[in-house]
């Protein structure tokens, strides 16, 4: 709400569902992505590898995770565009509703979960 004579009307608790479903959903998709690869790269070079230059299992899962950050960057855009083929509801959300500080801050707390 910016003053008397200019309010805006606050979203809806269904609508900041929505918002929150919107930032969270893609993430969940792409920890899940990110985590497995890091886990299964990280031991197949461990195995393989780590046995035959001696590396040892913290080193492996390190190679692991620079394997599931490329990954993360060739394939973030094919998890946002699957969460968006999942067809959350819109938030249908004003553009001035769009700017308020609840609507960015749940935005948030979906990012981070």
Do not use: Y
Not at 35 to 48: F, K, L, P, S
């Amino acid at each position: 709400v910016t003053d008397a004579s200019n309010s805006i009307e606050p979203p809806t608790r269904s609508q900041l569902f929505r918002v929150f479903s919107h930032a969270a959903v893609p993430m969940i998709g792409f920890g899940i992505m990110d985590q497995t690869v890091m886990i299964q790269a990280g031991n197949a070079i461990d195995c393989t590898i780590g046995v035959l230059f001696g590396l040892s299992t913290l080193s492996a899962a390190a190679i692991g995770q620079i394997c599931s950050d490329a990954s993360g960057v060739v394939f973030g855009g094919t998890v946002e565009r699957l969460a968006k083929a999942a067809g959350l509801p819109s938030a249908n959300l004003s553009a001035a509703q769009s700017k308020l500080p609840i609507v960015a801050q749940v935005t948030w707390a979906g990012s981070f979960l």
